[in-house]
């Protein structure tokens, strides 16, 4: 998968994350996040999947490739907004 088409991922599963969490995040700290999400979703997917399915000539629409950049966006902004919760209660 080319690096266009990583952060066009990674911006998508970022905007499909923010919506099933409703956080209280900007956008452009949720693109950011979820880029980073899907940069993790990208490397478990790789640990569990072979790298074929998640990096390969049909990477960006494997759902594979969409599964994992989902969940990495999901872990990352939840991890982010329990940091954040807590620090900001604290």
């Known amino acids: 998968m080319g690096f266009f088409s ?8 970022a905007v ?5 969490l409703r956080q209280k995040v900007g956008w452009f700290l949720t ?3 979820g880029v980073i999400g899907a940069n993790l ?5 790789s640990l569990i ?3 074929n399915d998640i ?4 990477g960006f629409w494997s759902w594979q490739s969409w599964l994992t950049a989902i ?15 807590r620090r900001r209660t604290a």
Not at 6 to 13: P, V
Request: no cysteine; glycine share 16%; net charge positive.
């Open 31 to 33: 693109i950011v996040l």
């Open 41 to 45: 979703g990208g490397w478990l997917g």
């Open 71 to 85: 969940v990495g966006a999901l872990i990352v902004l939840f991890v982010f907004g329990l940091i954040f919760r």
């Open 16 to 20: 499909i994350a923010k919506l099933i």
């Open 6 to 13: 990583f952060i066009i991922l990674g911006i998508i599963a």
């Open 55 to 58: 990096y390969g000539a049909n």
């Open 49 to 51: 999947f072979s790298e």
